[in-house]
């Protein structure tokens, strides 16, 4: 976490965004001709400055032309428990996210290009597990794209990948090590997004936040062009390094094979080499700060403080969506927050309605206009852009004055302190100066104990005055002045309430198509699928499906087996049971499995997380109980399980009450143990095979032991199980409250 400035006062932020259609400001509290009552401001009580003029105009000119404002589904598993939404909750969210001049609005979606392995809160199923293996449906990274285009058509779409198979890596990490083969892994992805999707993808990315090898980004220019795919424009480097731009001026061949110089949370600067080269500036990876009423603030000051002070024309928040369970890395860092959908909960944030701010009143293909003629900083500090359309007949103003002590950003920004109150001036001239009526939206972030936070409210129009807006802004607002007359603030009314996960829990894995990822369970390292088990006694199972490592995006540790998570990060005192078939008739079964209670962590600090575990391992025939998934971790107990053979369904039960243990194997209590001390108090249930293998689980289920009842459901539930017959029809052994 980077906090921009340390502050000790109490601030107010205020996000407005203003359609100004006329101004004359004779009071000095109201300085604009409106019954709005947000359109007038207070008396001053604190710094002021005096009244600068600004000029609004196109007579040299415009600028750099605006690209979009997006985000990105991904790095990794961001969206995974949005599409287990049931109607009409999904399509309410979906709409706050993507259709136009209703919510956020964005222009453009980035998806991860899953590769099997982590890449910050979860795994995503790559298209291709191995060379000869190719499927376009895993995932929910296709619904999405389809889903956002179904509501906006012109969204454009950018794949990135954050990890890849181990095949792709050529078994030593390293995509580059067979450019080609890297080369036409992506291709395969573009195509088979086209092929069986019906979707164009617009940017393609190379690897993200890594080495960006000038060779491979050559040849994949060269085989996109040779396949039809001229029309995609590739970005890098996809990371925190300007130092690319050296390279650039270096290699006439690499620059040319490029479009998009995309950095990963610039900071409102960039160097002046990057400018003059003539690509397009891109904040690629952006925002990464939680979605509170700071957060909102934060994005405000990215959209305005960007274009700016750095020429930036583009701008994708990480991450759309905190569809992933508290507790988790980042946690509600998306623009809004969805990770309840055994309940519907949701909650639209403000970065929602700061991200309407921009998007509702300009799209790609407008120009910035130049600095000083529509681009600069305030006298006060806060910044103002201006944006108009090809045509020249619209015109598009946004102002903030966004304090870095209330609008915090996780990531380095610009941290210069606002004046209380400033009073501003705006001539328009060029184009605009026949403009007679502006447009006004207005946000209000209100910090103090008086709460009074407005949200993307509509104002009543005003006037321009011979040429002229006069202004008087308050510390922490945001106004977009313009004269396009849309724009709606959505509203698909109340969500139901939040509750936590349930405390018993379910899954036999039947209701799902061959292929899918379960609702709930979110792989965190390798890929789970539900497979066709071939036994009557089974029928559809969950598969452990990635046999090599991945080239893993957990730095400096990597994972050594696939992980599931699911639950609650608070729970502690709970019984979890699973069967495990380990296939000895394949050449790449894994050779055990495990259960885990109370891990203390989620996304890459899975990697290594205390917890209570229980590893059955037939390599050596032997079980035990340890605190954490490395093999260096400290063992409580161990025991021989000589009994048991490999290509059997076998059960696993892990039972954690306070401070013991109770490992059973096929409902025998095998181990006993005292856990003192504690290696966690509280944290997720995981599993999955002790290696990279084909391992197949069945019949999951958690019950949170604090109770005789809650017993007693376990008990019901194992008893219905093991009857396969009729009466679970009637008693769905899913159930999920």
Not at 76 to 87: D, H, I, P, Q, R
Not at 416 to 439: M, P, Y
Request: aromatic residues 10%.
């Amino acid at each position: 976490m980077y906090p921009s400035a340390v502050c000790f006062s109490l601030c107010v932020c205020v996000v407005v965004v203003v359609v100004v259609v006329g101004s004359d400001a004779d009071d000095d509290d109201v300085v604009v001709e409106s019954s709005d009552r947000y359109l007038r401001f207070f008396p001053f009580r604190g710094k002021k400055t005096s009244d600068p003029v600004f000029s609004i105009d196109d007579d040299r000119g415009v600028g750099r032309v605006f690209d979009g404002i997006g985000a990105i589904s991904g790095g990794g598993a961001t969206s995974k428990l949005l599409v287990s939404y049931k109607e009409p909750h999904r399509s309410n969210i979906l709409d706050y996210l993507f259709k136009p001049d209703f919510g956020a609005s964005l222009q453009i979606l980035k998806v991860e290009i899953g590769g099997d392995s982590q890449s910050s809160d979860g795994s995503e199923s790559s298209h291709m597990h191995t060379a000869m293996d190719q499927n376009y449906n895993r995932g929910y990274e296709w619904w999405l794209m389809k889903e956002a285009k179904k509501r906006n058509p012109d969204i454009k779409l950018y794949g990135l990948p954050w990890t890849f198979p181990g095949w792709v890596g050529s078994g030593v990490g390293n995509p580059f090590k067979n450019s080609t083969a890297t080369a036409h892994y992506v291709l395969n992805w573009i195509n088979g997004a086209a092929e069986h999707h019906n979707l164009t993808i617009d940017y393609i990315g190379v690897w993200n936040e890594r080495t960006c090898n000038p060779s491979y980004v050559k040849l994949l220019r060269r085989i996109l062009n040779e396949k039809g795919h001229s029309h995609i424009k590739i970005v890098v480097p996809d990371a925190m390094d300007w130092s690319i731009v050296d390279e650039l001026v270096k290699d006439k061949d690499y620059l040319d094979a490029i479009d998009i110089i995309g950095q990963h949370y610039p900071g409102a600067s960039s160097p002046k080499s990057a400018r003059g080269l003539g690509k397009r500036l891109w904040a690629s990876e952006e925002f990464s700060t939680p979605n509170s009423l700071s957060g909102g603030g934060c994005w405000a000051r990215v959209l305005n403080e960007s274009p700016v002070n750095a020429e930036i024309t583009s701008f994708i928040a990480w991450n759309l969506i905190a569809s992933y369970y508290d507790g988790f890395p980042y946690t509600q860092d998306g623009l809004m927050t969805a990770n309840e959908p055994w309940t519907g909960h949701y909650v639209v944030s403000s970065p929602i309605w700061m991200t309407a701010h921009h998007t509702q009143f300009y799209g790609p293909g407008w120009s910035y206009l130049l600095p000083h003629h529509g681009l600069g900083n305030l006298t006060g500090n806060g910044t103002y852009i201006a944006l108009t359309s090809t045509d020249r007949q619209h015109l598009t103003i946004v102002i903030e004055t966004m304090d870095a002590c209330d609008a915090v950003c996780d990531y380095p920004m610009p941290s210069k302190t606002v004046a209380d109150e400033q009073e501003i001036s705006f001539t328009l001239g060029g184009s605009f100066k026949n403009i007679r009526q502006l447009n006004v939206w207005h946000s209000y972030l209100d910090f103090s104990k008086d709460a009074k936070t407005v949200l993307f409210e509509k104002m009543s129009p005003i006037s321009v005055v011979n040429e002229k807006i006069q202004l008087t802004l308050r510390k922490n607002e945001i106004y977009t002045l313009t004269t396009l007359t849309n724009g709606q603030k959505g509203y698909h009314g109340t969500p139901p309430d939040s509750k936590p996960f349930p405390t018993q829990y379910s899954e036999d894995f039947e209701e799902y198509e061959i292929g899918a990822e379960p609702d709930l369970l979110s792989q965190q390292s390798g890929a789970f699928e539900v497979t066709d088990s071939g036994d009557k006694a089974h029928g559809k199972v969950l598969t452990q499906v990635v046999t090599q490592a991945p080239v893993d995006y957990s730095v400096p540790k990597v994972f050594e087996r696939p992980v599931s998570a699911f639950g609650d990060y608070s729970w502690r005192n709970a019984v979890v049971r699973i069967d495990v078939l380990l296939d000895k008739k394949s050449p790449n079964a894994a050779p055990g499995a495990y259960l885990g209670s109370q891990v203390n962590g989620g996304g890459m600090l899975l990697v290594d997380a205390p917890g209570i575990y229980y590893f059955v391992s037939l390599s050596n025939r032997k079980a035990r109980l340890t605190a954490c998934p490395e093999s260096k971790c400290k063992v409580f107990a161990e025991v021989d399980i000589k009994k048991l053979d490999c290509g059997r369904w076998f059960s696993m039960r892990l039972d954690v009450q306070n401070s013991t243990a109770l490992a059973y194997l096929n409902e025998e209590l095998i181990m006993s143990a005292e856990i003192l001390p504690l290696p966690s108090q509280n944290g997720f249930v995981v599993f999955g095979p002790e290696t990279f293998g084909i391992a197949h689980f069945d019949n999951l289920v958690l019950s949170r032991a604090e109770n005789r009842q809650e017993r007693a459901y376990l008990a019901e539930l194992e008893s219905r199980r093991k009857m396969r017959g009729p009466l679970l029809d009637e008693i769905p052994l899913n159930r999920r409250s």
